[in-house]
């Protein structure tokens, strides 16, 4: 055989070889990135209620909203994951009423709705093998109103993974 058809053979080979595993990538792909969904809920579960003090924690250490001190926090069962198009970091929202006071002496002291419990999303991260909160609250949204005003920048995790009970 001569030097140009074995190399042609051995084209041909490794073109087919490509062709195979490229063409298997997007299913083994998506299998990987299933699993990994089920243990990153799983792990959420465990965490919680660390996480949940964490959030808290950091919520109102940002000073947000202005004039308002965080008082309290209910934790509502409800959470829904969502993957980030741009990163692809898996998303929890959950599902929270937060309670504010007025700060003695600021703008919001006269306010009377302070009082008034507020509905939100409580933001977390999945990055690195670990679940991470920055304390941000998406106000007057539950977990599935802010996926889907998010909707270019978030798509829902499917399967049985969506609902993840309180403890």
Do not use: Y
């Amino acid at each position: 055989m001569e030097w140009t058809t074995v190399c042609l053979i051995g084209v041909g080979v490794a073109g087919c070889i490509f062709l195979i595993v490229g063409g298997l990538w997007k299913p083994i792909r998506k299998r990987w990135q299933a699993k990994s969904v089920v243990r990153a809920v799983q792990a959420f579960r465990f965490q919680r209620e660390q996480l949940e003090a964490r959030f808290f924690d950091m919520a109102a250490a940002r000073g947000k909203p202005r004039g308002l001190r965080w008082v309290e926090c209910e934790w509502l069962s409800p959470v829904t994951f969502a993957r980030d198009l741009t990163s692809g970091l898996l998303t929890a929202f959950v599902s929270v009423q937060i309670r504010f006071e007025a700060i003695e002496g600021g703008d919001m002291e006269d306010v009377e709705a302070v009082g008034t419990i507020r509905d939100a999303a409580a933001v977390f991260h999945f990055r690195q093998g670990r679940w991470g909160t920055g304390g941000r609250a998406l106000f007057n949204m539950s977990p599935r109103d802010a996926i889907e005003r998010l909707h270019g920048q978030f798509e829902p995790v499917s399967g049985d993974t969506t609902a993840v009970s309180a403890r």
